[in-house]
């Protein structure tokens, strides 16, 4: 990342606010606003949350959770523990059988929402990004179908593009009510989008 990106990042009112009110990433007020506004989390759920390091998300997820709650955190990059002893961390791609079967054993038990903040590595190439972006998406929507209770939500990261109208339609047929949306804090610029969809239809 360049001196400019380094300058707008100190400049941007949400990185300033998260080193102020102690959250790992700016990245954790989309999740606040969008918690919010959508109350997805509730007390003493199980969280599965993917592509999570640093981890801002997890932070949010276990304040609404609390003890009771239980928080599984995965990323190809290690994320620093949290003291919270809910707390669950794995290092790997989440893409994998491995990664998925240790995400299994590490929620004990079906989760009530999945998160997704997780974004491929860009290579510039476009076609290359897309089908990384699909990816991403489609493991998204295996792990909903092997760890996610019926009933349960998804909050998901997803990029404007050619597939978008086609994922959509794919989470609108695993959810009943699905949502699109970009918080206050997702940056203008950003082609990201999240989507909030809850009411899983499960697998049989
Ligand atoms: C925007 S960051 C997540 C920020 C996080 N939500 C937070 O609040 O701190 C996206 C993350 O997705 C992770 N990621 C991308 N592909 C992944 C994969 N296949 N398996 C695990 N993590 C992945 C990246 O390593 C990166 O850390």
Redesign the pocket.
């Given at each position: 990342m360049g001196k400019r990106w380094n300058q707008e990042r100190k400049e941007d009112p949400y990185y300033q606010k998260a080193k102020k009110e102690e959250y790992?990433?700016r990245?954790?007020y989309?999740?606040l606003q969008l918690n919010k506004k959508f109350k997805i989390i509730r007390k003493g759920d199980r969280i599965l949350?993917?592509?999570?390091?640093?981890?801002?998300?997890?932070q949010v997820a276990l304040e609404a959770v609390g003890e009771e709650g239980r928080v599984v955190a995965?990323?190809?990059?290690r994320i620093r523990p949290f003291t919270e002893e809910n707390f669950k961390s794995i290092k790997?791609?989440?893409?994998t059988r491995e990664?998925k079967e240790e995400i299994i054993s590490a929620l004990e038990g079906q989760a009530a929402v999945i998160?997704s903040?997780?974004?491929?590595?860009l290579s510039g190439i476009k076609d290359v990004d897309q089908m990384r972006s699909m990816d991403?998406f489609q493991?998204v929507m295996e792990m909903c179908d092997s760890t996610l209770r019926y009933n349960g939500s998804l909050i998901m990261?997803l990029f404007q593009g050619p597939q978008f109208p086609e994922m959509l339609k794919t989470v609108k047929k695993k959810f009943r009510m699905v949502k699109t949306t970009k918080p206050p804090s997702s940056r203008k610029k950003s082609v990201e989008m999240y989507l909030v969809a809850r009411g899983f239809r499960g697998t049989r």
């Open positions: 790992r990433s990245a954790s989309k999740l949350d993917l592509g999570a390091a640093p981890g801002g998300w997890s995965v990323d190809l990059q790997g791609d989440f893409t990664v998160l903040d997780a974004s491929p590595k991403l493991a990261k």
